[in-house]
Nanobody, 120 residues
């Protein structure tokens, strides 16, 4: 089992910043991609940003230039720095990780979610 624990959500005014963290623990052979998704009320879950073990990143168009994803491979931790937040960024943010438990056994894990609320 691989567990993901998120932290850093909260309430912030428009234009403000928040930093989310997500730490993976458990039986981990390797972690390939880590990412952040979000789900607003009444909407589907969407990819916000992802990062590979080599550091390649991918962002949703709606957050490019405002959000930055990074990871600390030694700590199995991924971060999401969110700047210039907008009310439309309000959602539950979920951490995701994909990798291997053993050399042949893969895993995909999700965090429990952390609420981000941006007031106008």
């Amino acid at each position: 089992q691989v567990h993901l624990v998120e932290s850093g959500g909260g309430l912030v005014q428009a234009g403000g910043s928040l930093r989310l963290s997500c730490a993976a623990s458990g039986t981990i052979f390797s972690i390939n991609a880590m990412g952040w998704y979000r789900q607003a009320p009444g909407k589907d879950r969407e990819l916000v940003a992802s990062i590979t073990g080599a550091g390649s990143t991918n962002y949703a168009d709606s957050v490019k230039g405002r959000f930055t994803i990074s990871r600390d491979n030694a700590k199995n931790t991924v971060y999401l720095q969110m700047n210039s937040l907008k009310p439309e960024d309000t959602a539950v943010y979920y951490c995701n990780a994909e990798g291997k438990i053993t050399i042949i056994r893969h895993f995909v894990s999700w965090g429990q979610g952390t609420q981000v609320t941006v007031s106008s």
